[in-house]
T-cell receptor, first 113, second 109 residues
Framework: NAGVTQTPKFQVLKTGQSMTLQCAQD?????MYWYRQDPGMGLRLIYY???????DKGEVPNGYNVSRLNKREFSLRLESAAPSQTSVYFC????????????FGPGTRLTVT | AQRVTQPEKLLSVFKGAPVELKCNYS??????LFWYVQYSRQRLQLLLR??SRESIKGFTADLNKGETSFHLKKPFAQEEDSAMYYC???????????FGSGTRLQVQP
């Protein structure tokens, strides 16, 4: 039981390049989330998916797109990377019943030069 | 808009000393509050939630609606408590979290 997995762990992009961050969970959770973590700012919600087939914007969605491919997978795409998107990206999942505890992946450290 | 404030970036104490990590929030409804912790080279994980009124690893947190606070306390700090601590408020609609900026706790021997 791996919990929440993210790939890649590290990535360096040039301004204007695109990439997709992958996230998968094996806990049969309905809800999945993408956060970014910047120094001194805590984690901020980019997008979330309450259930398979639905996605909604969070606090900082500009410059990102997401796909909830199936119940397990939730990807985050940067179409044209900018230096302001240099950050650590965390994926999380939770069950909509019960405690709503969120389970986090290990993070992807992205640098845009 | 909801907001979580953690006023201290760094809190340094000696082993055995009491610890209090401060958290204040603003939210118009009935808040659901959490403390998450990130130990070195580990992923972010739930420490405790106010609904459960539990004590985890000796830590407790009481919701004070009058002062809009949810401070995390431990009477005797241990070196293994050294970590980054985040206070978080749940948006009851999205079930997504709003995090504070975090407090790094350093427990010195």
């Amino acid at each position: 039981n791996a919990g929440v997995t993210q790939t890649p762990k590290f990535q360096v992009l040039k301004t204007g390049q695109s990439m997709t961050l992958q996230c998968a969970q094996d806990m049969n959770h309905n809800s999945m989330y993408w956060y970014r973590q910047d120094p001194g700012m805590g984690l901020r919600l980019i997008y979330y998916s309450a259930s398979e087939g639905t996605t909604d914007k969070g606090e900082v969605p500009n410059g990102y797109n997401v796909s909830r491919l199936n119940k397990r997978e939730f990807s985050l795409r940067l179409e044209s990377a900018a230096p302001s998107q240099t950050s650590v990206y965390f994926c999380a999942s939770s069950d909509r019943g019960g405690s709503y505890e969120q389970y986090f992946g290990p993070g992807t450290r992205l640098t845009v030069t | 808009a909801q907001r979580v404030t953690q006023p201290e970036k760094l809190l340094s104490v000696f082993k055995g000393a009491p610890v209090e990590l401060k958290c204040n929030y603003s939210y118009s409804g009935s808040p659901e509050l959490f403390w998450y912790v990130q130990y070195s080279r580990q992923r972010l994980q739930l420490l405790l939630r106010h609904i459960s009124r539990e004590s985890i690893k000796g830590f407790t947190a009481d919701l004070n609606k009058g002062e809009t606070s949810f401070h995390l306390k431990k009477p005797f700090a241990q070196e293994e408590d050294s970590a980054m601590y985040y206070c978080a408020l749940m948006d009851t609609g999205r079930r997504a979290l709003t995090f504070g900026s975090g407090t790094r706790l350093q427990v010195q021997p």
